[in-house]
């Protein structure tokens, strides 16, 4: 079946530098969404892309899609310790209404 | 406006005892879904529901149940608890198919 891989599984970073989370698909991907938890949390959606190259920003966080629709990237600049949590790409398998996760990104800030 | 309510939040279960998650949400939506969170496996689908009436097998549906009797809710059962079934269980509903999901809070469930 369809898998959506995710690197890398844990960062952990100074507050104020970059953040990068990738995911990769063998297969090419009619949309991707990506959502945070945090910890304890529950799953909470952040952003759907759905073109080929697609850019969408959200204040400090910027989310790729590729030509070629089998990868894409969050980028967090500068980040804060409110960033903390596990961020999880997720894509719809085929045909189905079966949504695939990621095995999610860990990110810890130090103050 | 509540959204997706999970009951119980927390459970321990003694191997082979039988119990039923109850799922609930207000928005109107027609899909909802079950996954299970382990850690360093993300989220994997159990049961999913395209409406009121019908079910379908996710990812790993073994040693589970579902029930979608009313719109609004979604039943996750477990007939005879095994410890591979502990894991921290989370409901997701959805307006249609591929579309954002919202989830509730999630139910901690330690199979002894």
């Known amino acids: 079946g369809q898998q959506v891989m995710q690197i890398p599984q844990y960062q952990h970073v100074q507050e104020g530098e970059d953040f990068t989370t990738y995911c990769n698909s063998s297969?090419?991907?009619?949309?991707i969404q990506w959502y945070k938890q945090r910890p304890g949390g529950h799953p909470v959606f952040l952003i759907q892309l759905v073109k080929s190259g697609e850019v969408k920003k959200q204040k400090r966080l910027t989310f790729q899609f590729g030509e070629a629709k089998k990868n894409s990237s969050l980028h967090i600049t500068a980040t804060q310790t409110t960033d903390v949590g596990t961020y999880f790409c997720?894509?719809?398998?085929?045909?189905?209404?079966?949504?695939?996760f990621g095995t999610g990104t860990l990110l810890a800030v130090q103050p | 406006n509540a959204g997706v309510t999970q009951t119980p939040k927390f459970r321990v279960l003694k191997t082979g005892q039988s119990m039923t998650l109850l799922c609930a949400q207000d928005m109107n939506h027609e899909y909802m879904y079950w996954y299970r969170q382990d850690p360093g496996m993300g989220l994997r689908l159990i049961h999913y529901?395209?409406?009121?009436?019908?079910?379908a097998k996710g990812e790993v549906p073994d040693g589970y149940n579902v029930s979608r009797l009313k719109k609004q809710n979604f039943l996750l059962g477990l007939e005879s608890a095994a410890p591979s079934q502990t894991s921290v269980y989370f409901c997701?509903?959805?307006?249609?198919?591929?579309?954002?999901?919202?989830f509730g809070d999630g139910t901690r469930l330690s199979i002894l």
């Open positions: 997720a894509a719809y398998g085929g045909a189905t209404n079966k949504l695939i």
């Open positions: 997701a509903s959805n307006d249609r198919g591929r579309q954002p999901q919202h």
């Open positions: 529901s395209v409406g009121e009436g019908t079910t």
């Open positions: 297969t090419t991907l009619s949309n």
